[in-house]
């Protein structure tokens, strides 16, 4: 008797909870669809990811009310009430999410590979635009640079920053306080070092820091390094979410379409098609 009675107690606590992660996935599916946006990739690619990673949800929830069932089934010489029997429309919903993750898995990597493309042409738009935007503000400044004013201007930007330069050098406090600090720059402090010994390294330092042609090239290279390491995030992340929803949903396909095969044919249905056919 008390077996009997822990065995129903387990059966509809399995029933239970089952149902619950069942719905709940219900749920969650039909807020993940507000708003509903159908024709916008980034919202498909989001939705594709929510339902994937909350997809196991419901496989958790078959599994617990088919073992419900067959605690029932070990009890069958009871006389007690089955109630309503939820197989058949579990195999059925099973077999329907194991299309669906079916589907999800060639829907999710055509997505993410257009929105990859997407994304790298806006970062070589960008990009070239930055590229532009240097080159005209540099050659703004080299404008600038022919005139009187502009070479007066140059002139006296550099005595004070050799100057300045100079300070530190001579004072050996100030030097190594420079050296030390972690404030400064890495470039800056080896700078220092050189001209330490060599004082002609800091003219040739500022001449170049100062000139045009140097200037562009450091600036096109910052905005070239910026861009690749753009690109690089872009594949990367859209390789990851491919790889990652896309495995993932070939799974839960296989494992939804196996319960629901099994106990299709478990009940008959298959089987008993195949009679119809041959007698025709």
């Known amino acids: 008797m008390v077996n009997r009675f822990a065995s129903v107690g387990t059966a509809l606590t399995l ?11 219900f749920v969650d599916f039909f807020i993940l669809l507000l708003p509903f946006q159908p024709t ?10 929510a339902l994937v990673d909350r997809g196991i949800v419901p496989l958790v929830g078959l599994g617990l009310l088919f073992a419900a069932y067959w605690i029932d089934s070990a009890d069958a010489a009871s006389d007690r009430p ?16 194991g299309l669906m993750f079916l589907l999800i898995f060639p829907l999710h990597l055509n997505n993410v590979n257009q929105a990859k493309t997407q994304t790298l042409n806006r970062i070589a738009q960008e990009g070239d635009q930055a590229e532009t935007q240097v080159n005209n503000r540099l050659l703004q400044l080299q404008a600038q640079l022919t005139t009187e004013q502009g070479k007066a201007q140059l002139n ?9 330069f100079s300070e530190i050098l001579k004072d050996e406090q100030r030097y190594k306080q420079a050296i030390e600090s972690s404030q ?10 050189k001209a330490k010994t060599d004082p002609q390294v800091l003219d ?25 390491e753009a690109e690089k995030q872009a594949k990367d992340t859209a390789w990851k979410s491919g790889l990652r929803i896309g495995i993932s949903s070939l799974l839960l396909s296989i494992g939804y379409i196996i319960i629901g095969w ?19």
């Open 15 to 25: 029933k239970v909870v089952g149902i619950i992660c069942i719905l709940s996935f």
């Open 40 to 49: 916008d990739r980034v919202w498909q690619i989001n939705l594709a990811t």
């Open 82 to 97: 089955q109630g309503m029997d939820l197989r058949f429309p579990a195999v059925i919903l099973s077999s329907i999410l």
């Open 156 to 164: 006296q930007l550099r005595t004070q920053t050799k100057a300045q």
């Open 184 to 193: 400064i720059p890495a470039n800056i402090k080896e700078l220092l070092k």
């Open 204 to 228: 040739k330092a500022i001449e170049q820091q100062t000139d045009i042609q140097t200037l562009r090239t450091q600036q096109l290279s910052q905005v070239r390094q910026r861009r690749e």
């Open 262 to 280: 099994t106990g299709l044919r478990g009940r008959g249905a298959v089987q008993g098609a195949k009679p119809r056919a041959t007698a025709r």
